[in-house]
């Protein structure tokens, strides 16, 4: 399903474009440092573009392939084993998203002899892992001077460096383990395409630079400069590009990950939904395990458990895919392949190339529920579904009339402060991993090798990072929480629509800042 055949024109650029498309004004070539011509589209952006996406591909048909990347899985994703009957092992982890696995992997890699099992309810990677937008990026998981606030400034500093290497771990685990995900790391770029967006791109590049990072880990662009990288959007004014970026196929990464911790002798199973767990203990549907230490590894779907409903809050991110486009497309868009881009509005864009040459887009906006807050029902939305494919017409005109192929989402764990924590409790044996917000590839990664630390009985440099042992206070009761959520999704939408048109800052992000992300 996609958007209905149009005539073509070619732009003086080469590229091709609806003759009846309002929004290009032109377009200009700029040359790039590598000495080629790249071409940069100038487009007026239009508030209720005339051009209105068709509606949005369905579901696949296949349960398990909740999103492009799980679709084009090429192993069976038929369900594992389930959990039935009493079962004992050392170390029981409950959820196979990437908290669980790297937590399983790392363990039983470290000590053979542990007897390491994970639940699943559904299949591995069927979450947050399985849908994400598939960027190992840098920037730790929540706020800087909360952080510091508990453990000081170097410690923050010392998370920031293990998450630049935790972008490199993933990479040499996916390398050991020859783990086929398209695992590239080739930088990213955050664009400012406005004023206020400039002003904040600026101000998070100083930050990272006072909080002790360099120029060869983030640093600012002029707009001529990223007509190298990738192409420009419209209006871009500049942006800051990092080296510690890469890019995965987060699916087939779970995937393989959840085999490789098999190899290692770690029992998965799955359909097997954890109805409770407490010390030594988690009460499966059809199964109980009984095991010396338990880790809670369920992100999101925390909150439907009794007790647990204010925990976090479980925002719901979309995306779209686009069909894989031609090398010639590619050629034409000059965006060097690995690279992905975001965008510095209140309610984000953010683009992958894909390894099978597509173009994902994904974005913030999915409006929170009262009822069934994490539900497939989520999934979709035509509102999101027609602002992310708006997005990609404005930001890449090229390739408007790609046609979609996927429209999907998932929840993030969002805790009322934003930032992550990894806990263990050595006299009940109880461990959690997680609250990773919208940061858990590379999070998870390293929260799964500090849980192996702290239930090792190892003090590391892993154990003493900020957010272990972290607390976090629970969201407010409903109705506020959907009412706040609701205003917070407004109040930014008007702010994006308010600076674009008049170039000057929003003031009233205030007024929601102490729900937001520590960037606002
Ligand atoms: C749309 C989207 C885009 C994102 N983009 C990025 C990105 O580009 N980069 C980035 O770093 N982060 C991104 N994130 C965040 C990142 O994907 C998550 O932070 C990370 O995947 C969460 O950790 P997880 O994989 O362990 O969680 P999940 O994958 O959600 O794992 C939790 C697992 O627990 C299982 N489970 C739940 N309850 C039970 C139970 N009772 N019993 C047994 N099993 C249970 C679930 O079925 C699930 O498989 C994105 C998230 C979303 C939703």
């Known amino acids: 399903m996609g958007p209905s055949p149009r005539p073509r024109a070619t732009t003086s650029t080469g590229s091709t474009c609806s003759p009846t498309c309002r929004r290009c004004s032109g377009s200009d070539r700029r040359r790039g440092t590598n000495g080629r011509d790249v071409v940069v589209f100038k487009v007026e952006r239009p508030r209720n573009s005339p051009d209105r996406a068709p509606a949005p591909p369905p579901p696949s048909d296949n349960p398990w392939a909740r999103s492009l990347w799980l679709d084009g899985v090429v192993q069976d994703l038929s369900p594992r084993e389930q959990l039935a009957g009493d079962h004992t092992c050392d170390v029981?982890?409950?959820?196979?998203?990437?908290?669980?696995?790297?937590?399983?992997?790392?363990?039983?890699?470290?000590?053979?002899?542990?007897?390491?099992?994970?639940?699943?309810?559904?299949?591995?990677?069927?979450?947050?892992?399985?849908?994400n937008g598939g960027f190992v990026s840098a920037g730790i998981a929540g706020s800087g001077a909360r952080y510091a606030r508990r453990s000081g400034w170097d410690s923050v500093l010392r998370a920031e460096r293990e998450v630049?290497?935790?972008?490199?771990?993933i990479g040499r685990v996916v390398s050991v383990e020859g783990i086929y995900c398209g695992y590239k790391k080739a930088g990213?770029?955050?664009?400012?395409?406005?004023?206020?967006?400039?002003?904040?791109?600026?101000?998070?590049?100083?930050?990272?630079?006072?909080?002790?990072?360099?120029?060869?880990?983030?640093?600012?662009?002029?707009?001529?400069?990223?007509?190298?990288?990738?192409?420009?959007?419209?209006?871009?004014?500049?942006?800051?590009?990092?080296?510690?970026?890469?890019?995965?196929?987060?699916?087939?990464?779970?995937?393989?990950?959840?085999?490789?911790?098999?190899?290692?002798?770690?029992?998965i199973y799955e359909q097997s939904p954890a109805e409770h767990l407490g010390p030594n203990v988690v009460q499966c549907r059809n199964g109980?395990?009984?095991?010396?230490?338990?880790?809670?590894?369920?992100?999101?779907?925390?909150?439907?458990?009794?007790?647990?409903?204010?925990?976090?809050?479980?925002?719901?991110?979309?995306?779209?895919?686009?069909?894989?486009?031609?090398?010639?497309?590619?050629?034409?868009?000059?965006?060097?392949?690995?690279?992905?881009?975001?965008?510095?509005?209140h309610l984000f864009y953010y683009a992958?190339?894909?390894?099978?040459?597509?173009?994902?887009?994904?974005?913030?906006?999915?409006?929170?529920r009262l009822s069934n807050p994490v539900s497939p029902e989520n999934e979709q939305d035509s509102r999101v579904y027609e602002r992310l494919c708006q997005t990609l017409r404005e930001a890449l005109p090229a390739v408007a009339d790609a046609r979609i192929t996927h429209h999907w989402g998932g929840s993030l764990?969002?805790?009322?402060?934003?930032?992550?924590?990894?806990?263990?409790?050595?006299?009940?044996?109880?461990?959690?991993?997680?609250?990773?917000?919208?940061?858990?590839?590379?999070?998870?990664?390293?929260?799964?090798?500090?849980?192996?630390?702290?239930?090792?009985?190892?003090?590391?440099?892993?154990?003493?990072?900020?957010?272990?042992?972290?607390?976090?206070?629970?969201?407010?009761?409903?109705?506020l929480r959907f009412i706040a959520s609701r205003l917070i999704h407004k109040t930014l939408a008007s702010a994006d629509a308010y600076e674009e048109r008049t170039g000057r800052p929003a003031k009233r992000v205030r007024l929601v800042a102490p729900f937001l992300p520590p960037s606002h």
């Open 352 to 368: 992958q190339r894909t390894v099978d040459g597509r173009i994902v887009v994904g974005g913030r906006g999915a409006p929170y």
């Open 92 to 131: 029981a982890i409950v959820g196979a998203g990437f908290g669980g696995l790297w937590t399983a992997y790392y363990l039983k890699a470290a000590d053979p002899s542990l007897r390491v099992t994970v639940v699943e309810a559904e299949i591995a990677g069927f979450g947050a892992a399985g849908r």
């Open 164 to 169: 630049l290497h935790g972008i490199d771990e």
């Open 413 to 479: 764990a969002v805790p009322r402060d934003w930032c992550m924590r990894t806990t263990f409790d050595r006299k009940t044996g109880l461990g959690f991993v997680g609250a990773f917000g919208g940061h858990g590839v590379t999070a998870s990664n390293i929260s799964g090798r500090t849980m192996r630390d702290l239930i090792l009985g190892h003090s590391t440099d892993l154990t003493s990072l900020p957010w272990v042992g972290h607390q976090t206070r629970n969201w407010e009761p409903e109705p």
């Open 288 to 345: 109980r395990i009984s095991a010396d230490v338990v880790v809670r590894a369920t992100e999101s779907y925390t909150i439907r458990e009794r007790g647990q409903r204010r925990t976090f809050l479980p925002l719901y991110a979309l995306l779209i895919a686009t069909e894989p486009l031609p090398q010639q497309t590619w050629d034409e868009l000059g965006w060097r392949d690995g690279i992905g881009f975001s965008d510095l509005g």
């Open 188 to 267: 990213a770029l955050t664009v400012a395409t406005n004023e206020p967006q400039l002003q904040r791109l600026r101000a998070r590049v100083e930050a990272k630079h006072s909080s002790g990072l360099g120029p060869e880990d983030i640093r600012l662009l002029t707009a001529d400069e990223c007509a190298d990288l990738i192409p420009g959007p419209e209006g871009l004014l500049a942006a800051s590009f990092t080296p510690h970026c890469a890019r995965v196929d987060p699916a087939r990464l779970a995937r393989g990950l959840a085999a490789a911790c098999e190899r290692l002798g770690v029992k």
